[in-house]
């Protein structure tokens, strides 16, 4: 069996339906304990106060609004090779998520942000980069919609992918490239001493992976949608014809 089965809308359709119900609740099951662990059952951070409890929706926020975008560039680059449909209306699908998570971010960093820096903004490498990427998911989505034909928007914006993805990299190791800034380094590392501490890391890491599940969840929810809309597309089109 070949994955490029999946890519058939009646095989993805088929197996989306029985793989959903078990992806939300793996989602119910750690997001929600997550945030409830976080949240309620973590102390107060030294020099940060309750204000270090924001990190337990902004980290996962802005891992999810980086990674959603590369999601779209191999969707995007596998409908630019092998022109199925369905990787196309999956990175579709995948655009207000990530254009959501990535205003998340952005919002969450500036209520971080404010106490910790005295400001709401800064021109910070990682935070104008998150910025632009932001305005990146804004363009994709009008591109989709300004043009008619699916083939040839699914081109334009499978372009317009590639060039964001370089700023979807610049807002994963802004920080590593540019030591200027006011953003902190990573929540988390291989490197023990880097990390936050284990009353912090361990929720943090619940919260991510129920983030993860809840992204595979509403790509998969949207993608369906995109699907049928498609599908009720090409039947009007017939109509028309007959």
Not at 13 to 35: D, F, H, K, N, R
Not at 89 to 98: F, M, R, T, V, W
Request: proline share 4%; glycine share 6%; with cysteine.
């Amino acid at each position: 069996m070949s994955i490029w089965e999946y890519a058939n809308p009646k095989k993805f359709m088929e197996t989306s339906g029985w793989v959903l119900p078990w992806v939300i609740g793996l989602t119910a099951l750690t997001l929600i304990p997550g945030l409830v662990w976080g949240y309620f059952f973590t102390p107060q951070a030294e020099n940060f106060g309750a204000t270090v409890k924001i990190i337990y929706i902004h980290v996962p926020a802005a891992m999810i609004a980086i990674n959603a975008w590369l999601m779209m560039l191999v969707a995007s680059m596998i409908w630019l090779v092998r022109r199925h449909h369905v990787s196309a209306l999956a990175a579709k699908a995948a655009a207000p998520i990530g254009m959501t998570m990535t205003l998340i971010a952005l919002i969450t960093g500036a209520v971080w942000g404010q106490p910790m820096w005295g400001t709401w903004w800064a021109w910070d490498p990682r935070l104008t980069s998150f910025l632009v990427l932001f305005l990146f998911y804004l363009g994709y989505m009008a591109l989709w919609e300004a043009i008619d034909n699916p083939d040839t928007a699914a081109d334009l914006t499978a372009v317009l992918c590639i060039v964001g993805s370089v700023f979807a990299l610049l807002s994963r190791y802004a920080v590593n490239f540019w030591n200027q800034g006011l953003h902190q380094a990573a929540s988390l590392s291989v490197d023990k001493e880097e990390h936050v501490a284990d009353v912090f890391y361990k929720p943090l890491v619940l919260c991510i992976v129920g983030f993860i599940l809840l992204f595979v969840t509403l790509v998969l929810l949207r993608t369906r949608t995109e699907v049928r809309a498609r599908r009720l597309k090409a039947l009007e089109a017939r109509e028309r014809m007959a």
